[in-house]
């Protein structure tokens, strides 16, 4: 089955492209029958915020985000950048706008960038003849346009079927052997009555990984990003498991829509989320948005994993309740609150009360006489002359106003927040980026008094990758000189106070850094009794990180990208036990993907 598809993936790079459109399907239960030289009538604008919704990719994100910023203020029909993923047509929208405003200065670059983002979102373009058709089609029914191996398209059901692939290979300096990713898989999306909207991804993969991420995967007894695993070959450092992702989306208005799926979300405009992001597995949910007026209302109710272990049974159950509101209050200025609560009930039960979605939480959770994980605090964005973007993040874990003026570094301040700014066509400079942030998270939050009840999921964090009692400042820089060339530079400056571990590995004494820790493993004093006070952010073993990624991407063909790639990290501490944490490794890799987003490692 594998030659087969690698046979198939290795002769579509090679078909050439042209002019021609692929016709609507006919009106009728008439299949598989198209007409390569009929026109095709231009598409109606979509009537809702629709059904499916562009994969995240961080990628992909940016070039969104950039003319999100350059193109004017969040509308009704244009992404709203808060809370991802970005619906399709909105996104479709966007592009098509940039293409017809004749005001545009259009670099070379951005009307490439404009042009596949309508073509990869055709079914929501009104227009997408002209930058999607494709030369001679695979045997008349494949590649009748240039973004997808087969698809339908007529007024009441669009289909779209894409194989999967990711290879990658390359070397660590501080590990013998090849590292690769090897993924093969297939993507189906579609539409039913321009309201009903299905999605689903799946693949296999293998691969072998850095030192540093076996390290996290050692710790932890995950591979990050994923859920069910096993050793490849019997092999420490090889990982085997398949990647699953799915959903139901029904488009109920203009204003409303109803997502029933697995997978992942991501709330705010920064690079990292404190609030909620993607770095987890996949987990199930069931997700309202409403946008109306200037406000966009999301819920999010989610099944999660408390605990798991490598085996066949049931794994024990926890659940999610959260919600995000967010308020234009200029055009150029938005600001968004947010609650969350975290909780489980013995082997697993919902709590309905949660699933009332105008109804603070916290007052819930009172009333039950539970002691649930509560979470809540706001972020913002404002735009400045479509150039610039300032944003940021605040999370409220425990708040203790006596304590936090009296300075002692309580245990209960639970605190985190987020500051960036976003530049683009720098000095003038078209299609050239940067991108700054700082984050800042204090000891022990996210974590709480066992694992049904602190934020993370499948053995991962909800939030930021390395969990907490750190400050992060990164910065990315991306410059597209020509068309199909991207250069991105990402570097990431940490202080993490990290656990007190045996020689072993094992955490012996908790200094808030692991989120999967309970909280009341924390120091104690001479007596034996538990420290209150006095932990401030970086306490335990300071650990420095020093973490560089250059990366050139050249997209050979519509989602078909090539990646050189080159890591450079450096981590300095020492741990009482274990001694001193210096170590530095470069990891260059050469990777090719279609139709799927790059594999990182940020942590």
Do not use: C
């Not at 293998?206 to 994923?226: G, K, S």
Request: charged share 20%.
């Amino acid at each position: 089955m594998r030659k087969p598809l690698l046979l198939l993936a290795t002769f579509a790079l090679l078909l050439p492209t042209s002019q021609v459109v692929a016709q609507t399907t006919p009106e009728g239960p008439v299949y598989l029958r198209f007409d390569v030289t009929a026109k095709k009538p231009a598409r109606p604008p979509h009537p809702n915020q629709g059904p499916t919704y562009v994969p995240l990719d961080a990628d992909i994100y940016r070039l969104i985000d950039r003319y999100a910023i350059k193109y004017g203020p969040d509308s009704l029909s244009d992404p709203h950048t808060s809370v991802k993923p970005y619906t399709r047509a909105s996104v479709a929208r966007l592009a098509e706008r940039i293409l017809q405003d004749s005001t545009a200065d259009l670099s070379p670059s951005d009307r490439f960038n404009a042009e596949y983002l309508v073509r990869d979102n055709w079914n929501y373009a009104s227009e997408d003849s002209a930058v999607n058709a494709s030369k001679r089609p695979f045997l008349k029914h494949f590649y009748r346009n240039q973004s997808d191996l087969f698809h339908v398209d007529n007024p009441d059901f669009t289909l779209r079927v894409n194989p999967v692939l990711g290879l990658q290979v390359g070397k660590d300096s501080d590990i013998s052997g090849l590292r690769y990713v090897n993924t093969r898989g297939v993507q189906v999306e579609g539409t039913i009555d321009k309201k009903l909207g299905f999605y689903t991804f799946l693949a296999d993969n293998q691969i072998a990984v850095p030192l540093y991420v076996q390290r996290r995967v050692q710790r932890d007894n995950i591979v990050p990003h994923e859920a069910f695993w096993k050793y490849y070959k019997d092999k420490p450092d090889q990982y085997d498991f398949l990647s699953g992702r799915g959903y139901l989306t029904y488009a109920a208005s203009k204003h409303i829509n109803l997502q029933f799926g697995y997978d992942r979300n991501f709330i705010g405009n920064g690079y990292r989320s404190l609030i909620l992001s993607d770095y987890a597995a996949p987990y199930l949910f069931l997700k309202i948005n409403t946008r109306i007026w200037k406000f966009n209302y999301q819920n999010l109710f989610a099944e999660m994993t408390a605990e798991k272990a490598n085996r066949d049974t049931i794994y024990q159950k926890k659940y999610f309740a959260f919600h995000h509101l967010s308020l234009d209050v200029t055009p150029n200025f938005n600001i968004g609150v947010f609650e969350s609560i975290v909780f489980g009930r013995g082997k697993g039960r919902f709590e309905l009360q949660y699933l009332n979605p105008i109804i603070f939480y916290r007052s819930i959770e009172q009333a039950v006489g539970s002691n649930d994980n509560a979470l809540l605090g706001l972020d913002f964005k404002w735009n400045i002359k479509k150039r610039v973007q300032l944003y940021g993040q605040l999370v409220l874990d425990e708040f203790v106003i006596s304590e936090v003026r009296a300075g002692l570094g309580s245990w209960r301040n639970k605190q985190a927040f987020q500051l960036g700014a976003k530049y683009i066509d720098v000095a003038g400079i078209k299609n050239l980026d940067i991108q700054g942030e700082f984050n800042y998270i204090r000891p022990y939050t996210y974590q709480h008094a066992d694992s049904y009840r602190n934020y993370q999921h499948y053995g991962q964090p909800l939030a930021h990758p390395m969990g907490a009692n750190l400050y992060e400042l990164l910065g990315i820089v991306s410059y597209q000189p020509i068309p199909r060339l991207n250069l991105v530079a990402k570097g990431f400056l940490s202080t993490q106070g990290n656990d007190i571990t045996s020689l072993n590995g094992v955490p012996l004494t908790n200094f808030g850094s692991n989120v999967l820790l309970p909280y009341t493993n924390r120091p104690r004093d001479a007596n034996g009794n538990i420290l209150e006070a006095g932990f401030f952010t970086g306490d335990g073993v300071k650990t420095h990180l020093i973490h560089a990624d250059l990366t050139a991407t050249y997209q050979a063909r519509h989602n078909v990208w090539v990646d050189a790639k080159l890591i450079m990290r450096r981590v300095t501490g020492t741990d009482p036990n274990v001694g001193n944490l210096t170590n530095s490794d470069v990891f260059p890799s050469l990777g090719v993907r279609w139709n799927i987003a790059q594999r990182v490692h940020e942590f």
